[in-house]
């Protein structure tokens, strides 16, 4: 904690209580209960924690710790006394039911926290808001009214979507500030807290071969690419109300792509380095329709049995024409980064499931192995590859000559694989970042402006989008995406690094 700064928390005098608000959705029961059981397991939570459980639905504490129970699992490298762990995790979670805009729900939660409080000086109260964004200023109005620590600190965690258009997020930002001050609303994004992410400033920042190149006078373009090899599998009601870029690109991927633009910050310091990423998104140009690509997937047969396409979900309305697939190129206009092309692409039912960002570089000039290298250098260029998800990894491409008489010289990798080099579980992202909120770590949380910047860039775009009711190119479920991404990548003279055999 020293290492960013943080104020040191005296956990002897305070008690921790965090309410999942919502704990009876999907995202609770598969992400944030494991995640605060591992947490608890890696002795990373303080000792005088209690968890409670608050939603609509009827149940006691006992259903309560059944319907969790089986989402927790013993993933850990050594997890003999897992079961007895567990035990006691579900020993410290407790369910109150409650409607989500009652004071007096709120209330009697504050009443039963207190009793498990009461015993210590002071108590921490965090609310992680697992649940729909129309009910998120409900929820903290009466939360922060009837259910604030008197005498600690307050936090609320709040999950995207953050509005659909800059008119949407300003208004939902505005009632929040109603009853929360910025310092106790933590904007998450899960991406942020992926390992590789985490690691990109350390990449940068804390190696002096990477920040020389860094710029537009070495890179020909960076690729953020995330793709998913299934579809909305019964989600398709709640995804058509935002689409692909909604939902991946104008959040997941413009982060990564704030990260890896900016400027070093003065500091580790949170809002030092959330600064820089401002500054990076300030400095991008707004999204042009000319540059952006939508697709959706359409329904696939082979050996024998079909994949249903995107209409075929009954929760889409019939003839929606959402995207579920779309690339964009999008430009930062300072001096690092100018008329270098930043290409975002994101998609369900595609080929792969992978996230990863990809840097290539100029060819390199006057090279004196041009004619070793044959006619297309494209595939002869230097690329760094940081491969966030899956197989976590960093690998740069770089020639080579291959051993034996003669001179011929092949592509390969200096490669960094994590589950080669390094033995320990990778903590899942939910971990990391529920554990910064406690520890009061922003970092890896989106401030207001960074979010009203990214919609301003995307809003014209995307109304242009729906106003002109452009239809989205077919894909095949299970193909590379639609034909026009290649036309996008071609025209700014980029070719996708990740359709490479190489890299199946």
């Not at 400027?263 to 809002?271: F, G, K, M, N």
């Not at 899942?428 to 919609?455: H, K, S």
């Not at 301003?456 to 002109?468: A, G, S, Y």
Request: aromatic share 10%; with cysteine; glycine share 6%.
């Amino acid at each position: 904690m020293r290492v960013y700064g943080l104020q040191e928390e005296n956990w002897d005098q305070s008690a921790l209580s965090i309410v999942v608000v919502g704990a009876s959705g999907d995202l609770a029961k598969k992400k944030i209960f494991p995640a605060l059981f591992a947490l608890y397991y890696e002795k990373m939570l303080p000792k005088n924690f209690k968890i409670y459980g608050y939603a609509r639905s009827k149940m006691g504490d006992e259903e309560f710790r059944d319907l969790i129970a089986s989402s927790l699992t013993c993933r850990l490298t050594d997890a003999s006394d897992c079961g007895k762990k567990m035990d006691e995790f579900l020993d410290r979670c407790f369910y109150q039911a409650g409607q989500y805009a009652s004071d007096a729900d709120f209330a009697a939660l504050a009443s039963r926290m207190a009793e498990g409080e009461a015993p210590l000086e002071c108590a921490d109260r965090l609310f992680y808001l697992s649940i729909p964004p129309n009910i998120f200023t409900a929820v903290a109005a009466s939360a922060s009214k009837a259910a604030s620590s008197k005498c600690g600190w307050t936090r609320m965690i709040v999950e995207k979507p953050f509005g659909r258009d800059s008119e949407s997020f300003c208004a939902l930002s505005d009632e929040l500030y109603r009853h929360l001050r910025e310092d106790q609303i933590y904007r998450i994004d899960h991406y942020l807290g992926k390992e590789l992410i985490e690691n990109l400033t350390v990449l940068r920042f804390a190696n002096l071969v990477f920040e020389p190149l860094w710029s537009r006078q070495y890179i020909r373009n960076v690729q953020v690419i995330f793709s998913e090899n299934f579809g909305t599998e019964g989600r398709g009601g709640y995804f058509d109300q935002y689409g692909i870029v909604r939902d991946v690109i104008q959040n997941h991927l413009l982060q990564i792509l704030a990260l890896f633009a900016m400027e070093q910050p003065a500091s580790l310091d949170a809002e030092d380095i959330r600064n820089e990423k401002v500054k990076v998104l300030k400095s991008m140009a707004q999204v042009r329709l000319e540059d952006v690509v939508v697709g959706q997937y359409r329904s696939r047969t082979t050996r024998g049995s079909t994949l249903p396409g995107y209409l075929d979900d009954d929760t889409v309305p019939p003839n929606s024409i959402t995207p579920t697939f779309a690339a964009c190129a999008v430009f930062v206009n300072n001096a690092r980064w100018d008329g270098v092309p930043f290409l975002l692409k994101a998609g369900k039912a595609l080929h792969s499931r992978v996230a990863e960002i990809r840097v290539q570089f100029r060819h390199v000039p006057g090279n004196l192995y041009r004619n070793k290298l044959g006619l297309d250098l494209d595939k002869a260029t230097n690329e760094l590859v940081i491969r966030i998800q899956p197989n976590e990894g960093i690998y740069l491409k770089v020639n080579n000559k291959v051993p034996g008489l003669g001179l011929r010289i092949d592509t390969t990798r200096l490669d960094l694989t994590y589950k080669s080099k390094y033995e320990a579980t990778l903590p899942d992202a939910y971990e990391r970042l529920i554990l910064d909120c406690i520890n009061g770590d922003r970092r890896l949380f989106i401030r207001n402006d960074e979010l009203e910047v990214a919609w301003e860039k995307f809003t014209p775009v995307l109304k242009e989008l729906e106003e002109r009711g452009v239809q989205p190119e077919l894909y095949p479920y299970g193909s590379r995406g639609p034909v026009g991404a290649h036309y996008l990548a071609a025209k700014h003279g980029v070719r996708w690094g990740d359709l490479a055999a190489d890299d199946e």
